[in-house]
């Protein structure tokens, strides 16, 4: 949906650096939901925040792996000193009611 | 426990034809949900099914769910082929809205 907005669409980072993507919900919306996308597979449950809050990241890697979102500015998932399995889509989503909306997901790619 | 997983993993079709797409789930859940992922692009939701709810329709698609089974399909009408894509159904279980997928059937439509 065109109203979940994440940056970058693509990113390559070499093994050791870290990747920051981004996310900004649909209007009005305050909360967000990050998934994975491992090549040829579903995707996969990371973390759901609210606005300064992380209500349920029983799916997050226990190392490297932190998310936050601020009262101001997009949600930011950060991923420290990346590895060659960290390489996947990782896509956003926000909801309303049950249905929920995903953004067009970041492609990275760790070299 | 993975939820939502589904079978065939890859169906090819003639342009025309219907497409059947099954979906298991192991734990309680509070609607079922199927997305369509084009390669290499992010999910477009294409229909909710309630876990009180039997059938649903929307154009060309028709959901069933059995909670009994702990099962849905997904039924494709007369395919064309841009239908071709991946399809996910997705688990909702949680009053939050957390959803897991399936690894989703990869649909090929044949023109």
């Known amino acids: 949906n065109a109203g979940v907005m994440q940056n970058p669409r693509h990113l390559v980072r070499r093994r050791g650096q870290e990747a920051r993507l981004r996310c900004s919900p649909m209007k009005g919306h305050s909360h967000v939901y990050w998934y994975r996308q491992l090549p040829e597979e579903g995707l996969k449950f990371m973390v759901y925040?609210?606005?300064?809050?992380?209500?349920?990241e029983s799916g997050m890697p226990k190392e490297r792996f932190s998310a936050e979102f601020p009262k101001e500015g997009p949600s930011i998932l950060r991923i420290q000193q990346v590895v060659r399995g960290d390489s996947a889509a990782y896509f956003c989503?926000?909801?309303?009611?049950?249905?929920?909306?995903f953004g067009p997901g970041t492609r990275l790619t760790v070299t | 426990s993975q939820q939502g997983e589904e079978d065939p993993q890859a169906l090819s079709i003639q342009e025309g034809e219907n497409a059947t797409m099954n979906c298991s789930y192991k734990?309680?859940?509070?609607?079922l949900q199927w997305y369509r992922q084009n390669s290499g692009r992010g999910l477009v939701h294409l229909i909710l099914?309630?876990?009180?709810?039997r059938e649903k329709h929307s154009g060309r698609l028709r959901v069933t769910l059995d909670t009994s089974k702990k099962s849905s399909s997904l039924l494709i009408t007369a395919s064309r082929a841009a239908d071709t894509a991946s399809y996910f159904c997705?688990?909702?279980?949680?009053?939050?809205?957390?959803?897991?997928f399936g690894q989703g059937t990869i649909l090929t439509v044949h023109p």
């Open positions: 925040l609210q606005k300064e809050n992380i209500i349920d």
């Open positions: 997705a688990a909702g279980g949680t009053s939050y809205g957390k959803l897991t």
């Open positions: 099914i309630r876990s009180n709810e």
């Open positions: 989503a926000s909801f309303l009611g049950d249905e929920q909306y």
């Open positions: 734990t309680s859940i509070n609607n």
